[in-house]
């Protein structure tokens, strides 16, 4: 007997958990594997983070609290928005909630009409979607493929728009391209809103601190600030501080909406534990050299993965500018046969071979809306990725 409804069965879970989950069954029964299928920095937060957490549970007093969160955390982030993004919020536009996922999720239950079109170009993070149809949404999805350098462009956005659409999901860094826009892309795609003001714009910064290379990241409300009354900046400090597990996501936006989303949130979780909030504020208001640093770490690890997949003929690699994932083209292997004479008919068949035969635990692209492409993440040591990169080359080579 199902118990789900049609909404709960027109979704899947997550896939890139599911995978992390088949990769530990893997390991715990005795196969040496890696693991590069979850997207979580590989090393602990900054110390004063935890010691902010002990002292508030030391303290007492965890109680319920704000559904938009603590004044002081909100005010931090006024902070943090104003001096590294040059955005002016005040802290009733600004709310927390259990990691930026949990805002997406107030930010479609409060707005979403049934078959409201939310576009959402690919390739993109894998919850999305499913998101967006969980809330009855439909996701549009636009492919932007590695010639485009994986970014929609205007021409594409203004076709793409009807009558029902009521969001642009924006995300960059791109998980998992490590594509980033620049002020100018976001500029054209800022020409064809203005055409269509029923259009809000959620801006999906939670990478904006892992940069891999030369190339700047900017907000898309500093890009934009003509848009600034239907835009949502979501971020958190899940990546740049490590902290994944906390759960701790935050919003910007205009203060209507931020009310709706206060709503959802004070008849869904009432708040966000007041431990996890004193760990971010500690997180945001600390020493920020943590985070350089962590950028640091892995702008030197997507050299060394993206000096060894450029030797391994037959798949296609374009470096990322942000984020920690490697995002692999594998469509002309699609088709060869292994070692045991399968045939590899699509990139979850690839993934499958790659982690069952050869020990290393990848997403197939159409996770992200994008076969013909497997993502490892590289928020592993620099001996684990080199073994990886062997891993990925012997398999390869294996194929006729
Ligand atoms: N957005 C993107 C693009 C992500 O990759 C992730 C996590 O992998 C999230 C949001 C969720 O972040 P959080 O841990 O704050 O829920």
């Known amino acids: 007997m199902s ?27 005795g196969h040496d594997i890696i693991d590069l299928s979850l997207g979580e920095p590989d090393f602990e937060p900054p110390t004063h983070v935890a010691e902010a957490a002990v002292d508030a549970i030391r303290k007492g007093g965890i109680r319920y609290g704000a559904p938009a969160g603590m004044e002081n955390l909100r005010q931090a982030i006024v902070k943090k928005l104003r001096t590294e993004n040059r955005l002016d919020y005040s802290a009733d536009e600004v709310m927390v909630a259990n990691g930026a996922k949990q805002i997406l999720f107030d930010v479609f239950l409060a707005t979403l009409e049934p078959g409201d079109e939310v576009i959402i170009p690919t390739p993109c993070w894998v919850s999305y979607g499913d998101i967006v149809s969980l809330h009855g949404g439909e996701p549009v999805y636009l492919n932007c493929g590695a010639d485009a350098g994986f970014k929609l462009s205007s021409e594409q956005l203004e076709a793409a728009i009807t009558p029902k659409t009521r969001w642009l999901m924006l995300n960059s860094p791109s998980n998992p391209t490590g594509a980033i826009y620049s002020a100018d892309e976001f500029h054209k795609l800022a020409e064809v809103l203005a055409r269509h003001p029923r259009v809000l714009v959620v801006s999906d910064e939670i990478y904006e601190h892992v940069l891999l290379s030369d190339t700047p990241f900017i907000s898309f409300g500093e890009a934009c600030p003509q848009l600034r009354d239907r835009t949502l900046i979501v971020n958190g400090v899940s990546k740049a501080y490590a902290m994944t597990g906390w759960r701790l996501g935050y919003a910007a936006g205009p203060r209507a909406l931020m009310s709706a989303l206060n709503k959802m949130q004070s008849q869904s979780v009432s708040c966000v534990s007041p431990v996890a909030q004193a760990a971010a504020l500690a997180a945001l208001t600390g020493d920020q050299a943590f985070v350089g640093e962590g950028a640091r770490i892995f702008a030197g690890r997507a050299k060394i993965v993206a000096g060894r997949l450029a030797e391994i003929e037959g798949i296609d690699f374009i470096a990322p500018d942000g984020a920690f994932y490697a995002f692999i083209g594998v469509g002309r292997l699609i088709g060869r046969r292994t070692a045991d004479g399968e045939i590899l008919g699509d990139d979850t068949a690839f993934a499958a071979h790659l982690l069952q035969t050869f020990g290393l635990s990848s997403v197939p692209g159409a996770a992200f809306g994008a076969p013909d492409f497997i993502r490892l993440s590289i928020a592993a040591s620099d001996r684990e990725l080199e073994t990886a990169c062997d891993r990925l080359a012997a398999m390869v080579a294996s194929l006729t």
């Not at 409804?5 to 029964?29: C, D, F, Q, V």
Request: cysteine-free.
């Open 3 to 29: 118990f789900e409804n049609r909404r709960a069965a027109g979704i899947k879970s997550s896939p890139s958990m599911a995978i992390a989950m088949a990769a530990k069954k893997l390991a715990t029964e």
